[in-house]
Every structure is written in C-alpha cells, then in structure tokens.
C-alpha cells in the first residue's frame, strides 16, 4: 500500500471507509488477521465490521483470562497491554491505606518500556529503572516492581510476564470499572494494532526525554556557556553537562532554597527560606554569605553581574554590591510579596502579589507603575528588543518597557498558572512552565503555541539552552526534562 493511500484512510472518518481501508490494508499485508480480530474484540467499529466479535466479558476473572490469552499469543501484544494497564494500576501510599496514581518512578518505568517497545531495545536504561524501583520504600512493592519488573521480562519470559500481567489486571480492575479499562486497552492498541499511529512514541514525544531526576522540588535552572545549572529544594547546587551527568556540585549551607540566579562570568545566587543568601562569582572559589532578614522569592543579576538584585516575602526590592559584599539599597515597592525580578541596563523591573510591575533606577527610585492587574506576576523575560514579557495567570503578557504599556497578550495556556519563563536566544520567543503540567513553546510575534509538552507532574522552572535548540523543564517531582525546540 502506498503512503498517499494509507494517509488517505487515515483522514476516513465514517466507519464504511475506516473498513475499506481495512480491508485493503488485509489484502496488502500491512495488516494482520490476528491483530484484526483483537481490534475488533476490543470494540473498534470498522474492525468489527469486518470480523464480528462477541462483546468482552463481563466479569473481572473472565475479563482477565481473556486479556491472558490475548497477550500470550504475541509478546508485542502483550508489552503494549501490560503498559495500558500500568498507568491505571494504583500505587499504595504509606500506612493510611491510601491509594494513587503512579508516581514519577513508575513513569519512568512505563517510558523506559516504551521505549523498548518503540525499537530502542537499550537494556542499560531498562536496568537502571529496575534498580530505581527496587528502592522505591513506600510505594507499594508489589505494583511498582513485580508487575513492572515483569514487564521488563517479556522477550525472554513471556509466561512469567503473563502471570503477572494477569495479576496487574485483577488488581486494576478491584480499583477502576471493566468500562475504564477498556478504554485504556483500546485508547493504547486500537492505533497500533490498525497500523494508524504509535501512542507509546507519541508519549514519549510529547513528554520530552528524562535527563536527571532527584529528590526535592526543582527551584532554579539556567545555562552559563554550556553548564546547567540547577537547584533543588533539597540541595546541593549542580552544574550539569548536556546528557544530565553532574559536572560540579556546590554544598549549601541549608537545604530550603527558594530562589535561584544564573548570571554573567558565570555568577550563581541563591536565597534560602531564612533569608540566608549564597553568591559565587567564580563556582570554583568559595562564595560570599549574608542575610536578606526576609524570604527571597526572586534573584536577579544586573547584566554586569555586579549587583545582585533580590525581591523578598516582605514586598521589598533589596540590591547588593558584590564587589563590596554590603546590603546597599532596600525598596519598599508593593505590600506584599515580590514575585519575579529582570535587571535591564540601568533599571530594575520588578512584579509583585495583586497584579502589581515596577520599574526602578539602580539607585532604587521608582521610574514607572503598571497596575493593578488582573494577574499576579509570576515571570519576567526581557526580549532585547525594548519589550518585556511576563506571566499572567495563563497567558503572557508583552509590554514595552520604556513606555510602560501593554503590547499583546497571548493565551499560552488553556488553565493553571505560568510559573516561570525562559527566553529562546536571538528569537522573540519563550517556553513557560505552567502548573497545568506543560510546558509551552511560544511565538510572540505570530501569537501562538509552536508545541507543547505534557508531564506527569507540575512544571516549576524551565531554561532554554544556549543555542536556542533544546529547553529544559523542571517539575515539583525533582525531575529534569529536555525538550527539542522543533515543530
């Protein structure tokens, strides 16, 4: 079958031409006999047209007899089954008894097994999840390793994995009805087995690749040259080379960062939950130590990196000189917190709680007030170009900078909030963390989405590489992510 004809059976939408293109697909060998009859078992319309199948049992032990024999006539088969139910097996939580969906861990998990069944076959990441899960403590043994670690097995093991495949369907059907599982079976095998499309790729895809996961809330990222920088709410400081290996580690004196700077030469800044603050001009020296006397909500270097700029819980704009380590100036700019910072040449742009931006002197003179807005702050990004960008609830809002007035607004996302923003180099674009667990790849010329990326957990902090090629998301979950800058 050619790729025009496939393409065009594809846009068949009615059920008659989803069966004729079925039945050319038959008669072409690109399909199977036996992966009809399993569509047509799992309810696909024109595939049961073509071969009429009773409807699925009813009951939890016929279901997963029959779900057993399915899977055991082709390992293929049932890889992509033991994967639809993974992510509806729940995972018990601790001593409360209470259940839940998987957790990053068992997402890895389900990616890693994507992967292998996608064709990449790499037998070292499939070993490191299985050692991940191993140490999984309190997140229920059985779920996340024996049915998952089963799983693993299929190509040498078929019959092991099927026993545990069998017991991963009971335990998912105790927790969800037949219906919903179904739908999960179908909504995973139906593309595949028809030849349609891949869902396991288009996962993989949409999430974007694993690079570095650690325990803590992802508080800070940036680039300096090709150094990733990233901060957890655990600590330590690491400087990561592309592939996630950590390249150089500085200790914190306290755990609970808050706020986090990448600036010029490098120049690395952190604020803790105390007030205590951490600069380094050079990451291989030791760094300067003082206290802002109130939480840092935002860091921002001025682009000579010789001040460092911190906005705090209080709704004060504290500057430091660094080449004298002494506060130096303390502004009072808003009556409650200040949520995001951007240092231009000569002025400080500062957002704050109840929709409030601020434009300041270095000197700490106020130059220019926008608000109240509709939205809190929750980033600034400067262009380059005389125009700032900042979070607005879901959307991005573009303002110039020296006039102090509203450009544009662009819907990045369809709810949540925007948490943080990173430019794209030489480009009037962005990507945007948002708590709606994507991350948005944005034109802000042409006002549009170019791509989004799903995760399974929120998105907290994201950076754009230096080349403008790969961005970088940063979870609740302590997991890094790379994303390809490509439509």
Known sequence: MTDERLRRGEREQDVEGQARWLTEALRSGALSPARLTLAARLGHPAAAALDPQGPLPEDVEDFVLWLEE???????????MGLALLSEIPVYLGSDGRFDGPDDRLLAAFEALAGWATGERDLERLAAVQAELGGAAGYGHY?????TLALLRIPPE???????????ARLAAERARLGHLLRSLQRELWPWLLGDSDPLADVLALRGGRLLGRDGIVRGLGFAGERLW????????QALTRDGAVELELPLRARDVYAF???????????????ACEVWADP????LAFSLEATPHALSFDPGGNWLWAGTSTGRVIGVDLALGAQAVAVEVAERTVTALCALPGEL?????EGWLVALATAGRELRRIGPLEEDPSGLVDLGDGRLVVGLGNALGVFDAERGVELSRVLAHERGTIYDLARVPGRPEVVTACGDRELAWVDLDQGRVLRRWRSPAVLLRCAVTPDGREAISGARSGLLRRHPLRV
Not at 71 to 80: C, F, I, N, Q, Y
Not at 158 to 168: F, I, K, V
Not at 231 to 237: C, E, F, I, M, Q
Not at 349 to 353: F, K, N, T, V
């Open 70 to 80: 399915a899977a055991g006539k082709d390992p293929e088969v049932a890889l992509r």
């Open 349 to 353: 742009w500062a957002g704050a709680r």
């Open 230 to 237: 990233a901060s957890w709410s655990t600590g330590p400081l």
């Open 158 to 168: 078929p019959e092991l994995a099927l026993s545990h495949l069998r017991e991963a």
């Open 261 to 275: 700077a990448v600036g010029p030469g490098p120049r690395l800044a952190v604020g803790q939950i105390d007030g």
């Open 143 to 147: 779920v996340a390793v024996n049915c």
């Open 284 to 287: 291989e020296q030791a760094g």
